[in-house]
């Protein structure tokens, strides 16, 4: 994790907010970005970093909404692969699984 991430993390504990920190934990096949890559999501939809971008990326800014929420962690598999995958526009083809961790 880069040190403007652990910064924005740290605002948001010092003003008493919430925040879902979202990793891509793994990947299978063509993905925009790999294991590793990381963003936040703030209660009010705002964004810090990047999963990927595109309809995967805002999928799963609505699931750490409701991780959010819920005041709960969980892993989500989203697939950019099939016929769904291009009806969405999806290019990449594989999988991600992300982990939603309320921090």
């Known amino acids: 994790m880069d040190d403007a991430m652990i910064r924005v993390i740290c605002q948001a504990q ?11 934990i793994a990947t299978r096949g063509s ?28 999928e799963v800014r609505l699931q750490a909404l409701t991780a959010l929420d819920d005041n709960r962690s969980f892993t989500v ?17 594989g999988t991600m699984q992300v982990f939603i961790q309320v921090v």
């Open 14 to 24: 010092q003003s008493g907010a919430q925040v879902a920190l979202v990793s891509v």
């Open 31 to 58: 993905t925009p970005r790999k294991a590793g890559a990381r963003m936040l999501i703030f209660p009010d939809g705002r964004a810090f970093g990047t999963i990927g971008g595109g309809c995967a990326e805002a």
């Open 77 to 93: 598999e989203v697939f950019m692969s099939g016929e769904a995958a291009a009806d969405e526009g999806m290019a990449c083809g």
